[in-house]
């Protein structure tokens, strides 16, 4: 049974900082991706970042140069740093892993940027 565990949420200032991180109770390496995904109140879903086996990664326009996705391979664990939050940028944080036509999402963390 694969489980995402996702941690690292919280209150934060506009241009603050916050680093998430999502626990696999399996080795990353079993994921062709691993990815960040939020969504806000009344709002659609949408993907953040993502990092493919290969090494590739993808992120929201809106998110490049300040969302950095990571992994810690010895961990089972994958990162998103999160730098010059802004207000926009509150909203539930999921991960999702990817392994073939199977997906598993952890619960979420919630992230709140205000002043």
């Known amino acids: 049974q694969v489980q995402l565990v996702e941690s690292g949420g919280g209150l934060v200032q506009p241009g603050g900082s916050l680093r998430l991180s999502c626990a696999a109770s399996?080795?990353?390496?079993?994921?062709?991706?691993m990815g960040w995904y939020r969504q806000a109140p009344g709002k659609q879903r949408e993907l953040v970042a993502r990092?493919?086996?290969?090494?590739?990664?993808t992120y929201k326009d809106s998110v490049k140069g300040r969302f950095t996705i990571s992994r810690d391979n010895a961990k089972n664990t994958v990162y998103l740093q999160m730098n010059s939050l802004k207000p926009e940028d509150t909203a539930m944080y999921t991960c999702?892993?990817?392994?073939?036509?199977?997906?598993?999402w952890g619960q979420g963390t919630q992230v709140t940027v205000s002043s």
């Open positions: 399996e080795s990353i390496f079993s994921f062709n991706a």
């Open positions: 999702k892993g990817s392994r073939y036509l199977n997906d598993y």
């Open positions: 990092k493919t086996d290969g090494g590739t990664t």
